[in-house]
């Protein structure tokens, strides 16, 4: 039996969240565009959102519609940060911590708190923030534990440390947990598995390698970070041949017919000054819309590709923004996935 | 053209000021100051300082017990009429005083509405101290509770949902959250309304008589001496004055007090936050 597993329905405005979810003793993130319920289903594990359906923990039910029981917040041993960390303003660190009636001694040593621990939380960075956020859900040694966007209150500069301080603090708690993002590498990089939530539904669940291996459908292809590109497919020679509005083609090993999208990773994709002779098979010239640099990497946008190269083979092709290009990658690198219609 | 508004504007803007505040200097420039605090000590002044902190007291203790949990339900509260509800609180404010003492009467008098039962039960109020004490805490708790509602409803509505996740229950949540975090805007509220309670003529009048030693709170002392002793009258007028400027200095001075509700920016209390 999973620690925590749910079947829950909850009435929105525009539709309704109808989610089913078992969850080991593991970190899961939801992602998902805003408004898609992924807060939502966060408070109705809390008990903050009237839901129905059914919520177990560990045996305990502390939703279950059928047999009329539904637990309020306060009896429901969960921890949650929340967005923004909702840390109490008018109490120190330490009260914060301890607000949760079993307060543990050790925990805020644990969290590097303890020089901390009579400053008030409008003194304190964002990242001493989420870490107080997290101890005070922790403090009373909750049985689920829930994580609303830990991240979108960061600086960009200091995010990427905190990411990788949060998911050792993760995994060190060692429960149930839910973590709510919208961004896939942060949901890759702190849970082993992740469920991708649109409009209430769940499209995907999986380990963050499936999802960028072999996406459900262009949304989650997108959300990985993929290029996404329409076309029409049709079988020819041994190949798929997607073509594109343009009038350009894309060949795949992948088979497919009629609407489709085809799916390529920027690291997938080279890029040159002209169409180069290897054993690429996909060739799309455009201007050079955009240079990002990326750590020692540079995301270069080439019509509508998008490519990551490293910082020395764009000093060497002498790339600027404006002028021309080509982007070339596999047949066998890209995915093809059918287009739903809509 | 424009300069010429300009200095009419200014204009006007002294001469406002000057029409407010030279009566209330002259309180204290009719008679010296020693004899105004020698006038405070005749028994007419002496009793109604004692009938009116008595009373006042005893008024807004009530009011702050029975009003804060009643401000705390109806200001976090999502329910059918909720409009309907902050509307009646409000209305005591917007009736002349003489018209609450005539409603108080009518309701707790001999023959008011609920005379009969309390006759019955041998409780009457009218004309007796306790009168005194309603008809303060009738006119003072709807400024207080308009202050209050306001107060919880800016109180985040994230940071109790913290608390109930930490295990707190209800009265916890209360306690050690709600009432911190709105205690500014609370505390403006209070001295309002104890400054408005204070000041009560109208209902008192009515309701309650001017019984000098019993009922005759200092602003009904002030009509009573008016007329017997100008001198009296005036130091209690001046004493009130006092009153008045420290609450106000207070509201002023005390920054987290003004930060959630002050006395200039009141937020309808009609509005729920969302």
Known sequence: ?342 | MRHVFAVAAVAAAAFALAFLVLPVLALFLRVPPGDLVHALGTTAARDALVVSAKTSLIAHAAVLLIGTPAAYAIGRGRFRGRSLVLSLIELPLVLPPAVAGIALLVTFGRLGLLGGTMNALGIHIAFTQAAVVLAVAFVESPLYLRGAIASFENVDATLLDAARTLQARPFRVFARVALPLAAGGLGAASALALARGLGEFGATLLFAGSLQGVTQTLPLAVYAQFEVNLDTALAIGAVFVCFGAAVLLVLKLIPGWTRSVSLWTFRSASSPSA
Do not use: C
């Not at chain 1, 359906?53 to 039910?61: F, L, N, T």
């Not at chain 1, 909750?142 to 500069?157: N, R, S």
């Not at chain 1, 080439?302 to 002028?323: C, F, H, K, N, P």
């Open chain 1, 1 to 342: 039996m999973d620690p925590l597993s749910l079947s829950l329905d909850v009435p929105l405005r525009e539709f309704a969240l109808r989610v089913e979810l078992a969850v080991g003793r593991e970190v899961v993130a939801l992602v998902g565009p805003s408004g898609a319920g992924k807060t939502t289903l966060l408070r109705a594990i809390a008990g903050l959102q009237p839901a129905r359906g059914a919520i177990s923990v560990d045996g305990d039910a502390w939703l279950d519609s059928a047999r009329g029981v539904d637990l309020p917040a306060e009896e429901r041993s969960v921890g949650v940060v929340f967005q923004d960390y909702a840390l109490f303003p008018h109490l120190s660190v330490r009260k914060n911590v301890e607000f949760g009636r079993r307060g543990d001694a050790g925990l805020l040593d644990r969290f590097g708190l303890t020089a901390l621990a009579d400053v008030k939380p409008r003194e304190l960075s964002g990242g001493e923030r989420q870490r107080v956020a997290l101890a005070r859900a922790l403090a009373p040694d909750p049985a689920v534990l829930l994580l609303d966007e830990p991240l979108a209150a960061l600086d960009a500069h200091t995010r990427g440390e905190i990411r990788g301080e949060l998911q050792l603090l993760l995994r060190d708690a060692d429960r149930p947990t839910l973590v709510v993002t919208h961004d896939f590498e942060d949901a890759a990089t702190l849970a082993s598995r992740v469920g991708v939530l649109v409009e209430g539904r769940l499209r995907q669940l999986g380990p963050p390698a499936e999802l960028v291996a072999s996406p459900a459908d262009p949304f989650v292809a997108t959300l990985t970070g993929a290029n996404v590109l329409r076309g029409s497919a049709r079988a020819a020679g041994g190949l798929t041949e997607l073509a594109l509005p343009t009038g350009e083609l894309i060949r795949s090993t992948d088979a497919a017919e009629g609407d489709a999208v085809a799916v390529v990773y920027p690291w997938e994709v080279t890029v040159s000054r002209t169409p180069p002779n290897d054993s690429a098979q996909n060739h799309i010239a455009g201007i050079v819309a955009s240079l990002v640099p990326v750590g020692n990497r540079v995301r270069v946008r080439v019509g509508a590709v998008t490519a990551e190269i490293t910082a020395d083979s764009s000093e060497r092709l002498g790339l600027e923004v404006g002028g021309r290009a080509v982007a070339s990658f596999k047949a066998s690198g890209t995915r093809l996935l059918p287009h739903p219609r809509s």
